[in-house]
């Protein structure tokens, strides 16, 4: 397989539910980020040969292929091609990996990986809403066969956290402790000016309705204390999951922009890091979040490494007990994951 290089990223800054990116429309907003990519990599837009968008809620102004609709809200030419995929809450990620896998297979030189989700105007659960033309309910996914599958255990997705939580003896104190070293890290990460690099200043509006240039992530909270956080009432049904040890709902944007190393020469460019490996697994569809703990050694072993050669981890924050289970099961260190915060700031 051919080698394949990251040679520029940019996202928008990470906006809260109903905060300053609320009113974008999600064409225009990656449209926008993807202007921002081909002008920072020094590309012509008319040589990417693709580019791969992942979204969940492809419904309203995030519908009819949102990789296609970006390209045609930037100043991207007619010809380049888009295309969407969801994955879930990993539907970026895998936008990321076949990109990888489109280059590295020798089929493209130059493609795009993005995301967007204006999660405001299209909170969870959106595309299940409505109903049919005769008027009967849309109906569910989770289907007798998916019942089934998982025992009659119904858990949404803070419900499977708490679960992972108790197999892996993990308190709600550990949870309380790990968000507020999320968010303190991310704020210093700002305050150092670590992801001004990345972050492309946006028009926003603030709560007023007055708008506003944002250039920081909005979702941070450097005051987060312990003693704060022990007040929140549980949610989503569970003993003790609260909303201050979840990652929050947020609007935002970004790109990264792939390419072959025969271009990287081409263009006398300087990437910003190679892609060694990838791999994707299936896993519980009950406890649902656990994918990590086995994709993690998976992806290690296809790389031919181990986990004493990795300097810094990057795990999901959907909820603090997805990354706790993972350190336990893998006896990882601590001070080498998220290290500038991780979802539950960002």
């Known amino acids: 397989m051919r080698k394949v290089y990251v040679v520029a990223g940019v996202r928008t800054p990470v906006g809260k539910r109903n905060g300053y990116l609320r009113e974008w429309k999600a064409p225009e907003l990656l449209g926008y980020v993807l202007d921002a990519l081909a002008e920072r990599a020094k590309v012509d837009p008319a040589l990417i040969d693709d580019v791969i968008c992942g979204c969940v809620y492809q419904i309203g102004e995030q519908g009819m292929d949102i990789g296609r609709t970006a390209v045609l ?5 007619d010809s380049v091609p888009g295309v969407s995929l ?8 895998t936008a990321l990996q076949l990109a990888h896998g489109m280059i590295a297979s020798g089929n493209h030189d130059i493609v795009v990986a993005c995301g967007v989700e204006m999660m405001s105007k299209y909170p969870i659960g959106s595309d299940l809403q409505g109903t ?8 569910s996914p989770m289907g007798k066969y998916y019942v089934d599958r998982v025992k009659g255990k119904l858990y949404n997705q803070g419900q499977a956290a708490q679960a992972i939580a108790e197999k892996w003896g993990i308190t709600r104190l550990d949870c309380e402790k790990f968000a507020v070293e999320s968010h303190k890290k991310a704020h210093q ?3 150092n000016g670590y992801f001004q ?3 492309l200043p946006t028009r926003g509006l603030d709560k007023d ?4 240039v944002v250039d920081k992530d909005e979702t941070i ?3 987060t204390t312990l003693e704060a956080l022990a007040t929140l009432k549980p949610a989503l049904g569970t003993q003790w999951i609260t909303a201050g040890i979840s990652s929050p709902v947020t609007d935002g944007a970004s790109a990264v922009l792939l390419m072959s190393e025969e271009k990287v020469n081409e263009f006398k460019l300087a990437p910003l890091a190679s892609i060694k490996a990838n791999a994707v697994v299936g896993s519980d569809p009950m406890l649902m979040l656990t994918g990590p703990i086995v994709a993690t050694p998976k992806v290690l072993q296809k790389a031919g490494l181990k986990m004493d050669d990795i300097d810094i981890f990057e795990v999901n924050e959907a909820f603090a007990p997805i990354p706790l289970a993972w350190v336990k099961e893998l006896k990882a260190d601590m001070a080498k994951l998220n ?8």
């Open 209 to 212: 309705g007055k708008e506003i």
């Open 189 to 191: 990460a700002t305050v």
């Open 86 to 93: 969801n994955r879930q809450c990993g539907s970026s990620l």
């Open 339 to 346: 290290v500038n915060g991780g979802a539950m700031a960002l």
């Open 73 to 77: 809200a930037s100043h991207f030419p």
């Open 221 to 223: 909270r450097p005051d």
């Open 132 to 139: 049919l033309s005769d008027g009967r309910p849309m109906g």
């Open 197 to 199: 690099r990345e972050i």
